[in-house]
């Protein structure tokens, strides 16, 4: 895991020949200011990460498990197909991950370092050059921002590469329907659509499970961004991808759904909330009450 963990921890920004110049002029003045600015942020997200991304995260996880419990016992989740096939991929990669994942190592790392080279290039930067290998890897750009250094742990880079391939044979053939595969005088049926399931179990498991270790060490990435709003953005987002994984497998549940659970949730929350501190200031109220008629008939002993 030591390559895995160092993979995000040394890529580089580097700087337009402008902002090299300018950053010539008073430069302890510059770096101090840039300093402070990096402070303010970073104590902005912490603030953000405790008043939205934690409650979010909380609420979001209680309506997940409310739904799949409902599409479980109602929809007949737990017995479709699409979701048998991905509990299939993810156990034999969960299999593989605790006993030969340093196999994997230099998947993970090319994966973690691909999807920060295609964010990087989503917002317009410049990658001067890329390095991928079993000791680690890095991306050398000129321009870094949140979602930059974090898409790797939101993004299953294999999970999108299934997706984008089997969309594409979509065009061209029917996944639901069986073809035949001939492997000597054998005639295999072979269906597209389990195989995708299959393979989109097996991919997001193997991003889940890698990013899972990877987090457990420090990362410059997180640091970067303050790691407590970067662990709950990550959990958050990786959240509503496994509710979009039980949108797809059960029809019985939809996006309107997802928001009446978070909004159903959160208004219990503020009720329970509410009566807490209707219960106390009534109680408060009480003993202020009960103080000020003992000072009323308070008399001094003669």
Not at 201 to 221: K, N, P, Y
Not at 276 to 302: D, H, L, S, V
């Amino acid at each position: 895991m030591a390559s895995a963990a160092s993979s995000s921890s040394k890529n580089q920004v580097r700087p337009d020949i402008k902002d090299l110049q300018a950053s010539r002029m008073d430069l302890p003045v510059r770096r101090s200011a840039r300093q402070r600015r990096q402070e303010r942020i970073l104590r902005i997200k912490e603030c953000v990460g405790w008043l939205v991304m934690l409650p979010l995260c909380m609420l979001s996880l209680m309506a997940f498990m409310e739904l799949f419990l409902k599409a479980s016992l109602r929809g007949g989740l737990l017995t479709s197909g699409e979701c048998q096939w991905f509990a299939i991929g993810a156990i034999i990669w969960l299999g593989l991950f605790a006993t030969v994942r340093r196999w994997f190592v230099i998947l993970y790392v090319f994966a973690h370092e691909m999807t920060h080279l295609f964010a990087a290039r989503l917002f317009g930067a410049k990658i001067y050059g890329w390095h991928v290998g079993w000791d680690g890897g890095w991306v050398d750009t000129n321009k870094s921002n949140t979602f930059i250094s974090l898409s790797p742990y939101v993004v299953p880079f294999y999970t999108v590469a299934v997706l984008l391939a089997f969309g594409v044979a979509s065009l061209f053939t029917d996944l639901h329907q069986i073809h035949s595969m001939h492997l000597g005088s054998l005639e295999v049926p072979v269906n597209a659509c389990k195989i995708m399931h299959y393979l989109v179990g097996f991919t997001w498991s193997f991003h889940l499970s890698f990013t899972l270790a990877v987090m457990r060490e420090e990362q410059g990435d997180l640091v970067r961004n303050g790691q407590f709003f970067s662990v709950w953005l990550i959990a958050l987002l990786n959240l509503y991808l496994i509710i979009c994984f039980l949108i797809t497998a059960s029809p019985s549940v939809t996006w309107l759904d997802v928001c009446a659970c978070v909004n159903a949730r959160f208004s219990a929350i503020l009720a329970w909330g509410w009566q807490g501190i209707a219960w106390g200031a009534g109680r408060a109220w009480e003993e202020c009450r009960t103080m000020f008629t003992m000072a009323q008939n308070w008399k001094p002993n003669p």
